[in-house]
T-cell receptor, first 111, second 114 residues
């Protein structure tokens, strides 16, 4: 079983739509959680951290459910520029700290 | 721009050859992590270097090796290349041995093995 699992998509949505991505993780010792964004043929970049209380950054809302080991990302009012791959990431400490990435979910926003 | 630079950006090798990829970390960052990203996959952790020592390794065979230099730059070496080694190799830097969650990635080295 993969440590971090995501639906690879693609999710095709029109501009202005609301879209939600989900992610599950298998290691209950996961310490911290993040969403990264990766544009085509570019490097991943941190989008936002994810907290148990839920957090919002503009049109983006992230949620964490530790009991279910489930993470979500909600994007409201989608823009063409939101088209990218969204990577679910967990921080593990197995004697040293490392980030574990999911496969990524591809989002395509069309006019 | 993150300040992490990688070279070369693209290269083509044949099976059995050896390759060295290079990474200069962001100023002030003393930890370097290397990731392999195959097409359609997320980045997979190879290993991490802190103060010139390997302090963590993922599920990669010994033919994947690395170095970190006193200026915190790093190399990834892959021996006896296989077709499945074709991927984007990403270097990321961070400060101290504790990773907070934000890794600053370089643009990567895209390796094709024929």
């Amino acid at each position: 079983r993969k440590e971090v699992e995501q639906d690879p998509g693609p999710f095709n949505v029109p501009e202005g739509a609301t879209v939600a991505f989900n992610c599950t993780y298998s290691n209950s010792a996961s310490q911290s959680f993040f969403w990264y964004r990766q544009d085509c043929r570019k490097e991943p970049k941190l989008l936002m951290s994810v907290y148990s209380s839920g957090n919002e950054d503009g049109r983006f809302t992230a949620q964490l459910n530790r009991a279910s080991q489930y993470i979500s990302l909600l994007i409201r009012d989608s823009k063409l520029s939101d088209s990218a791959t969204y990577l679910c990431v967990v921080l593990l400490n197995t004697g040293f700290q490392k980030l574990v990435f999911g496969t990524g979910t591809r989002l395509l926003v069309s006019p | 721009e993150t300040g992490v630079t990688q070279s070369p950006t693209h290269l083509i090798k044949t099976r059995g050859q050896q390759v060295t990829l290079r990474c200069s970390s962001q100023s002030g960052h003393n930890t370097v992590s290397w990731y392999q990203q195959a097409l359609g996959q997320g980045p997979q952790f190879i290993f991490q270097y802190y103060r010139e020592e390997e302090n963590g390794r993922g599920n990669f065979p010994p033919r994947f090796s690395g170095l970190q230099f006193p200026n915190y730059s790093s190399e990834l070496n892959v021996n006896a290349l296989e077709l499945d080694d074709s991927a984007l190799y990403l270097c990321a830097s961070s400060h101290s041995g504790a990773i907070t969650g934000e890794l600053f990635f370089g643009e990567g080295s895209r390796l094709t093995v024929l």
